[in-house]
Nanobody
């Protein structure tokens, strides 16, 4: 079992930066591939980024490549998403998710555990 709690969301101007965090509890965290997703009002949840258990492998949605960075600190049971050059259309609730296996995935249905989400609002 993995329990996830996101934090760090807020209001930022277009072009600004924000870092969101995901604190995990549970003995399997260090073996789990982790991901970030986002969901805007009226839209489907979409993949943002994923990271392997050791942090050596990462995977990004094309729309965020070069601007967002996913990282993890297994000693702190925490995953981060650093977001730079944010755009108003990236306003959404950002969710952290954990898989039960080590392999990365961009499919939401392949993640077993989810946090409650943190709101990120990008003003124009």
């Amino acid at each position: 079992q993995v329990h996830l709690v996101e934090s760090g969301g807020g209001l930022v101007q277009a072009g600004g930066s924000l870092r969101v965090s995901c604190a995990a509890s549970g003995r399997t965290f260090s073996n789990a591939a982790m991901g970030w997703f986002r969901q805007a009002p009226g839209k489907e949840r979409e993949f943002v980024a994923a990271i392997g258990r050791n942090g050596g492998l990462t995977y990004y949605a094309d729309s965020v490549k070069g601007r967002f960075t996913i990282s993890r600190d297994n000693a702190k049971n925490t995953v981060y998403l650093q977001m730079n050059s944010l755009k108003p259309e990236e306003t959404a609730v950002y969710y952290c998710a954990a898989r039960t296996v080590v392999y990365l995935s961009k499919r939401a249905d392949e993640y077993a555990y989810w946090g409650q989400g943190t709101q990120v609002t990008v003003s124009s």
